[in-house]
């Protein structure tokens, strides 16, 4: 059985950082596209930084601000979250798929596979 275990959210006042964890078991993150979505309040969900052999990709909002890394070794994808901002408040999802993913949750809901998601909360 896959499991993707998300770990390292929390709240956080703005200008902080957190460290987002995403551990799998069954499934082995080499050769695949790791991605983290997040589910912001009263918004769609959206693809916020992916990662497959080296080649990262971040949307705008979050780029210079977070960094998403990947320990072959540990079967581990990890998002370093620096200055963060409200805006940054959601749920955020790791997902794992052997191709490509889709940019928002709707479209990649039935492929790959997918942790429980874990709350960032940022206050001002």
């Known amino acids: 059985e896959v499991q993707l275990v998300e770990s390292g959210g929390g709240s956080v006042q703005a200008g902080g950082s957190l460290r987002l964890s995403c551990t799998a078991s069954?499934?082995?993150?080499?050769?695949?596209?790791i991605g983290w979505y997040r589910q912001a309040p009263g918004n769609e969900c959206d693809l916020v930084s992916s990662?497959?052999?080296?080649?990262?990709t971040y949307a705008d909002s979050v780029k210079g601000r977070f960094t998403i890394s990947q320990d072959n070794a540990k079967n581990a994808v990890y998002l370093q979250m620096n200055n963060v901002k409200p805006d940054d408040t959601g749920v955020y999802y790791c997902?794992?798929?052997?191709?490509?993913?889709?940019?928002?949750?709707?479209?990649?809901?039935?492929?790959?596979?997918w942790g429980q998601g874990t709350q960032v909360t940022v206050s001002s």
């Open positions: 997902a794992a798929d052997p191709t490509p993913l889709h940019n928002d949750c709707k479209h990649q809901r039935d492929f790959g596979y």
């Open positions: 069954g499934f082995t993150f080499d050769d695949s596209y």
């Open positions: 990662i497959n052999d080296g080649f990262t």
